[in-house]
């Protein structure tokens, strides 16, 4: 009896460990959320010469550009109506598409896909000159998109606070302007939506970092190191990417190996979220000019999604 006594505690203790180490683990937050809304929404924000910036002066114009997919069709979003019918429902319009910035009137987007600054499938754009007493500050802007069928979907920026559309008295330049090369917005339907940038890594080689870490920006210094962010669902289960249902996903360039994108937790407690990265330090002797990093994901049901990214290799 006293062996047994002996055997249950340990193993009492044991199970108490676990748990308690368990309950030190930090749990998996996936980012925007377990599973898509009606409307899929990926967005971004770019100066006017098309140069992905996140931080912006009082005066300056920030462009937001966007692309939304229905979730239930798969469609890209690409026409605009200003009242119902019954080829805006069949054709699954757009009845609303607009940017929600506290304490200023709604940014409203419009399809332009020959605008400055369009690329790819961000093809929605829309302004805001920031008002010269706006405060400074993280802007927690959200982009909504209503279509007539009643279905409804919202972007929001991951909460990494570097990352964030900040507005600051003397803001960090970006470099740019922007890539003039635009990749094209590819099929008209898709089985794995993306969100796809980049931001500038902390250890970069060779040259000297950015005043900010971590922010995001799409022209680059050789020698720079340019960390890709991805996130993204597949339409089909309607579930976010993660490692449950991904067997693969990479980002590659041109004359370089394929880099394997790493799902992983980012940001501090309480706001640590995970998503999709890696790094890519750029060579030294890298070619100058417009490159298109791809970034694609590979699902357990065989479904494969791409996002093209253009950016700008300066010296």
């Not at 469609?75 to 805006?88: E, G, N, R, V």
């Not at 990749?183 to 940038?197: F, I, M, R």
């Not at 890709?228 to 360039?253: C, P």
């Not at 004359?255 to 979220?273: D, E, K, M, S, Y």
Request: hydrophobic content about 40%; overall charge positive.
């Amino acid at each position: 009896m006293k062996r047994f006594v002996t055997l249950a505690l340990a193993a009492l203790a044991a199970s108490a460990m676990v748990s308690g180490a368990s309950a030190q683990t930090p749990p998996v937050v996936p980012f925007p959320g377990d599973q898509v809304g009606g409307v899929f929404v990926s967005a971004q924000t770019i100066t006017t010469d098309g140069a992905m910036s996140n931080y912006f002066g009082p005066g300056d114009t920030v462009v937001f550009r966007a692309y939304a997919v229905d979730a239930r069709t798969h469609k890209l979003l690409t026409k605009k109506a200003k009242k119902f019918s019954k080829k805006a429902v069949k054709n699954v319009y757009v009845r609303d598409f607009y940017v929600k910035i506290p304490n200023v009137p709604n940014v409203q987007m419009r399809y332009t896909p020959k605008a400055r600054g369009t690329t790819g499938r961000f093809r929605w754009t829309g302004t805001w000159k920031v008002p010269a007493d706006y405060p400074a500050g993280s802007v927690p802007f959200r982009i909504v998109v209503r279509t007539w069928t009643k279905r409804l979907g919202s972007f929001e920026q991951a909460p990494i606070a570097t990352a964030r559309l900040t507005i600051a008295a003397n803001p960090q330049v970006p470099f740019g302007p922007g890539p003039t090369t635009a990749p094209p917005a590819g099929p008209a339907k898709v089985d794995v939506a993306l969100y796809v940038d980049t931001v500038n890594g902390t250890r970069p080689a060779g040259t000297a970092p950015r005043p900010i870490g971590c922010t995001q920006t799409n022209v680059w210094k050789r020698g720079e190191q340019l960390v890709v962010r991805a996130w993204g669902f597949d339409l089909a289960s309607a579930k976010v990417l993660s490692m449950e249902n991904v067997t693969e996903a990479h980002f590659s360039i041109t004359g370089q190996p394929n880099v394997t994108l790493n799902w992983g937790g980012h940001g501090a407690a309480p706001n640590r979220v995970w998503f999709w990265a890696n790094a890519w330090q750029i060579p030294k002797d890298y070619p100058l000019g417009d490159v298109t990093i791809r970034v694609s994901f590979t699902t357990t049901a065989g479904k494969v999604g791409t996002l093209d990214y253009p950016i700008t290799i300066i010296p």
